[in-house]
Protein backbone atom coordinates (compact mmCIF):
# COMPACT_ATOMS: atom_id res chain seq x y z
CA UNK A 1 0.00 0.00 0.00
CA UNK A 2 3.08 2.48 0.96
CA UNK A 3 4.32 2.03 -2.73
CA UNK A 4 0.52 2.87 -4.15
CA UNK A 5 0.43 5.63 -2.03
CA UNK A 6 4.23 6.93 -3.30
CA UNK A 7 3.34 6.39 -6.99
CA UNK A 8 0.40 8.38 -6.53
CA UNK A 9 2.23 10.99 -5.20
CA UNK A 10 4.95 10.65 -7.79
CA UNK A 11 2.45 10.61 -10.22
CA UNK A 12 0.78 14.05 -9.29
CA UNK A 13 4.60 15.59 -8.74
CA UNK A 14 5.43 14.55 -12.44
CA UNK A 15 3.16 17.86 -13.57
CA UNK A 16 6.08 20.27 -12.16
CA UNK A 17 8.35 19.39 -15.00
CA UNK A 18 8.64 20.77 -18.18
CA UNK A 19 10.13 17.99 -20.52
CA UNK A 20 6.86 16.03 -18.79
CA UNK A 21 4.54 18.28 -19.94
CA UNK A 22 6.70 18.78 -23.46
CA UNK A 23 5.94 14.69 -23.16
CA UNK A 24 2.28 15.42 -22.75
CA UNK A 25 2.06 17.99 -25.58
CA UNK A 26 4.03 15.57 -27.97
CA UNK A 27 1.87 12.50 -27.10
CA UNK A 28 -1.33 14.71 -27.04
CA UNK A 29 -0.38 15.40 -31.02
CA UNK A 30 0.48 11.96 -31.84
CA UNK A 31 -2.92 10.56 -30.33
CA UNK A 32 -4.91 13.14 -32.17
CA UNK A 33 -3.13 12.45 -35.58
CA UNK A 34 -3.71 8.68 -35.15
CA UNK A 35 -7.32 9.55 -33.92
CA UNK A 36 -7.64 11.37 -37.62
CA UNK A 37 -6.01 9.81 -39.67
CA UNK A 38 -5.97 5.38 -38.25
CA UNK A 39 -9.57 5.15 -37.03
CA UNK A 40 -12.00 3.51 -38.49
CA UNK A 41 -15.59 1.97 -37.51
CA UNK A 42 -16.44 -1.40 -37.69
CA UNK A 43 -19.98 -1.34 -36.69
CA UNK A 44 -22.41 0.80 -34.79
CA UNK A 45 -20.85 0.05 -31.20
CA UNK A 46 -17.30 -0.94 -32.40
CA UNK A 47 -14.19 0.92 -33.74
CA UNK A 48 -10.49 -0.27 -34.35
CA UNK A 49 -7.80 2.47 -33.91
CA UNK A 50 -4.24 3.17 -32.34
CA UNK A 51 -4.92 6.94 -30.84
CA UNK A 52 -4.95 5.03 -26.87
CA UNK A 53 -0.97 4.19 -27.53
CA UNK A 54 0.15 7.28 -26.88
CA UNK A 55 -2.21 7.61 -24.12
CA UNK A 56 -0.96 4.14 -22.53
CA UNK A 57 2.74 5.38 -23.05
CA UNK A 58 1.74 8.32 -21.21
CA UNK A 59 0.37 6.38 -18.10
CA UNK A 60 3.28 4.08 -17.93
CA UNK A 61 6.14 7.11 -18.56
CA UNK A 62 3.97 9.35 -15.71
CA UNK A 63 1.67 7.06 -13.90
CA UNK A 64 -2.04 6.90 -12.48
CA UNK A 65 -2.80 10.37 -11.69
CA UNK A 66 -0.91 12.30 -14.94
CA UNK A 67 -2.36 9.54 -17.48
CA UNK A 68 -6.09 9.93 -15.67
CA UNK A 69 -5.99 13.66 -16.62
CA UNK A 70 -4.10 13.29 -19.82
CA UNK A 71 -6.91 10.59 -20.73
CA UNK A 72 -9.69 12.71 -19.31
CA UNK A 73 -8.52 15.94 -21.75
CA UNK A 74 -7.89 13.86 -24.85
CA UNK A 75 -11.27 12.01 -24.34
CA UNK A 76 -12.65 15.40 -25.14
CA UNK A 77 -10.14 16.51 -27.66
CA UNK A 78 -10.76 13.67 -29.53
CA UNK A 79 -14.67 14.06 -29.42
CA UNK A 80 -14.57 17.51 -30.58
CA UNK A 81 -12.15 17.25 -33.46
CA UNK A 82 -13.67 13.64 -34.44
CA UNK A 83 -17.29 12.96 -33.07
CA UNK A 84 -18.99 9.96 -33.46
CA UNK A 85 -22.17 10.40 -31.92
CA UNK A 86 -23.45 12.19 -28.93
CA UNK A 87 -20.77 13.78 -26.08
CA UNK A 88 -21.50 11.11 -22.89
CA UNK A 89 -19.10 12.07 -19.88
CA UNK A 90 -19.47 8.46 -19.57
CA UNK A 91 -17.10 7.62 -21.89
CA UNK A 92 -14.30 10.65 -20.13
CA UNK A 93 -14.63 8.78 -17.08
CA UNK A 94 -14.32 5.71 -18.62
CA UNK A 95 -10.83 6.99 -20.51
CA UNK A 96 -9.42 8.41 -16.93
CA UNK A 97 -10.38 5.37 -14.92
CA UNK A 98 -8.47 3.27 -18.35
CA UNK A 99 -5.61 5.50 -17.41
CA UNK A 100 -5.43 5.24 -13.75
CA UNK A 101 -6.03 1.34 -14.41
CA UNK A 102 -2.39 1.34 -17.09
CA UNK A 103 -0.61 3.63 -14.51
CA UNK A 104 -0.93 1.41 -11.95
CA UNK A 105 0.52 -1.57 -13.28
CA UNK A 106 3.15 0.47 -15.43
CA UNK A 107 4.39 3.43 -13.90
CA UNK A 108 7.79 2.52 -12.84
CA UNK A 109 7.55 -0.72 -13.91
CA UNK A 110 9.23 -3.07 -16.61
CA UNK A 111 7.41 -3.81 -19.52
CA UNK A 112 6.41 -7.85 -18.80
CA UNK A 113 3.62 -9.30 -21.15
CA UNK A 114 1.73 -10.99 -17.67
CA UNK A 115 1.41 -7.10 -16.94
CA UNK A 116 0.13 -5.57 -20.18
CA UNK A 117 -2.47 -8.76 -20.35
CA UNK A 118 -3.71 -8.22 -16.57
CA UNK A 119 -4.11 -4.42 -17.53
CA UNK A 120 -6.02 -4.70 -20.24
CA UNK A 121 -7.92 -7.54 -19.42
CA UNK A 122 -9.22 -5.35 -16.37
CA UNK A 123 -9.46 -2.62 -18.31
CA UNK A 124 -11.18 -4.75 -20.84
CA UNK A 125 -13.64 -5.96 -18.46
CA UNK A 126 -14.55 -3.13 -15.70
CA UNK A 127 -14.08 -0.02 -18.16
CA UNK A 128 -15.22 -1.05 -21.87
CA UNK A 129 -17.58 -4.25 -21.31
CA UNK A 130 -19.18 -2.89 -17.99
CA UNK A 131 -19.22 0.83 -17.92
CA UNK A 132 -18.62 1.21 -21.75
CA UNK A 133 -22.25 -1.01 -22.33
CA UNK A 134 -23.91 0.92 -19.82
CA UNK A 135 -22.95 3.79 -21.46
CA UNK A 136 -23.79 2.59 -25.07
CA UNK A 137 -27.07 0.66 -23.69
CA UNK A 138 -27.75 4.53 -22.32
CA UNK A 139 -27.59 6.12 -25.69
CA UNK A 140 -28.77 3.84 -27.97
CA UNK A 141 -31.94 3.26 -25.78
CA UNK A 142 -31.35 -0.42 -25.51
CA UNK A 143 -30.91 -3.01 -22.94
CA UNK A 144 -27.61 -3.50 -21.67
CA UNK A 145 -27.93 -7.20 -21.40
CA UNK A 146 -29.32 -7.15 -24.93
CA UNK A 147 -25.66 -5.56 -25.76
CA UNK A 148 -23.59 -7.33 -23.97
CA UNK A 149 -23.23 -10.43 -25.63
CA UNK A 150 -22.14 -8.80 -29.38
CA UNK A 151 -19.99 -6.30 -26.86
CA UNK A 152 -18.62 -9.10 -25.51
CA UNK A 153 -17.05 -11.09 -28.38
CA UNK A 154 -16.10 -8.10 -29.77
CA UNK A 155 -13.89 -7.07 -26.58
CA UNK A 156 -12.13 -10.42 -26.31
CA UNK A 157 -10.77 -9.58 -29.90
CA UNK A 158 -10.23 -5.93 -28.69
CA UNK A 159 -8.45 -7.09 -25.73
CA UNK A 160 -5.71 -9.69 -27.54
CA UNK A 161 -5.20 -7.26 -30.25
CA UNK A 162 -4.64 -4.13 -28.13
CA UNK A 163 -2.33 -6.17 -25.73
CA UNK A 164 0.02 -7.95 -29.00
CA UNK A 165 0.02 -4.39 -30.31
CA UNK A 166 0.84 -2.55 -26.89
CA UNK A 167 3.50 -4.82 -25.71
CA UNK A 168 5.55 -4.98 -28.91
CA UNK A 169 5.30 -1.07 -28.98
CA UNK A 170 6.11 -0.62 -25.35
CA UNK A 171 8.83 -3.68 -25.55
CA UNK A 172 10.41 -1.79 -28.21
CA UNK A 173 10.58 1.48 -26.51
CA UNK A 174 11.94 -0.14 -23.79
CA UNK A 175 14.53 -1.75 -25.72
CA UNK A 176 15.65 1.43 -27.20
CA UNK A 177 16.07 3.62 -23.69
CA UNK A 178 13.16 6.18 -24.48
CA UNK A 179 11.33 5.14 -21.02
CA UNK A 180 14.88 5.29 -19.11
CA UNK A 181 14.68 9.34 -20.60
CA UNK A 182 11.79 9.97 -18.67
CA UNK A 183 12.52 8.12 -15.55
CA UNK A 184 15.75 9.35 -13.98
CA UNK A 185 15.15 12.55 -11.66
Known sequence: MKNFKQDLISSAQEFKKLRVLCALAVMG????????????DIGPY??????GIPNQVVDM???PVTGALFGGAMDVLKFFIKSTGAFHFGFTFNAMLAAFIYGCFYYKRPVRLWRVLAAKGLVEVVVNL??????KSQLAGKAFFHMLPALSAWSLVNWLLNTAVFYVIA??????????????D
Do not use: D, M
Not at 29 to 40: D, G, P, V, Y
Not at 130 to 135: A, F, H, I, K, V
Open 29 to 40: ALALALKEAASF
Open 46 to 51: ASIGFS
Open 61 to 63: LFG
Open 130 to 135: GLGTLW
Open 171 to 184: KGLEKAGVFRLFRK
